[in-house]
């Protein structure tokens, strides 16, 4: 069934996925062959020292619709997140982590919640009633935490801002990516506080998380915490105290700010 016009844009950053991203690849290709709509999916190595990078070459020789993106130097999943934006012509603009704990098939449901609320961003949430989790519980116990913290210091109308499947509408990120600082821990705290600012509606949607604790960025531990409040609170003073959101100024950075090199493999468009 075809929701809509246009043409969707997966970003899927990766690090150190190798050994299972073409296989990846090749799952989340296969949901989106079987639909009627224009799809890409690009893949952003963030600075890997294994071959994630060749395996996405990999797959786009075999499947095509694939984008491989490479930078040199690892920056965290946000920082990767917005290299791969620089490079996409989609419409719909969907988060995707490259471990595949959430499945691409809930994609579909997360865009019919989209147009029957229309919604300019979708989230998935973990606290939605309807999500069904393999999860652990403590970091259960502290996502809700944050959850009430943030509705605290931003009136976020979320339950959960963390989990690694999201949509938006491309003229959302258009307008909000060049303003947001953090490339690691609180990045997806700073870009939905940044769009609830202004005036962009967000909806949660329920999601299945299959929770596999290899995951690269899955792992919380004391330290990231600590960065994550810091950041989170860095957020509050930008937005609140010194209104930077309010003014900062479109982005005139490039796909290669400060001497980072990224690598591009051009990919065909392909139409379903």
Known sequence: MKLFKGKISVLMPAFNEGHHIYENLRETHKVFSRSKCKFEILLIDDGSSDNTFSEAERALHDLGSIVPVRTESNHGKGNALRKGFAHVTGDYVVFLDADLDLHPKQIHDM???????????????????????NYPPLRTVFSKVYAIALKVLFNLPLRD????????????????????????????????ANAHHFGYKIVESPV?????SEVK???IKPIDVYHMGIDTLAIFYRMHILKYYDHAAPGTETVAESGETVKVMGAGEVSK
């Open 111 to 133: 865009l019919r919640v989209m147009r029957d609320q229309q919604a300019h961003v979708i989230v998935g949430s973990k606290h939605h009633p309807d999500s069904k989790l």
């Open 161 to 192: 801002t963390q989990t690694g499947l999201k949509v938006f509408q491309y003229e959302v990120l258009a307008d909000i990516f060049h303003r947001v600082l953090c490339k690691r821990y609180a990045f997806d705290v700073e870009l939905l």
């Open 208 to 212: 299945a998380l299959d929770y596999r």
């Open 217 to 219: 960025w899955g792992r």
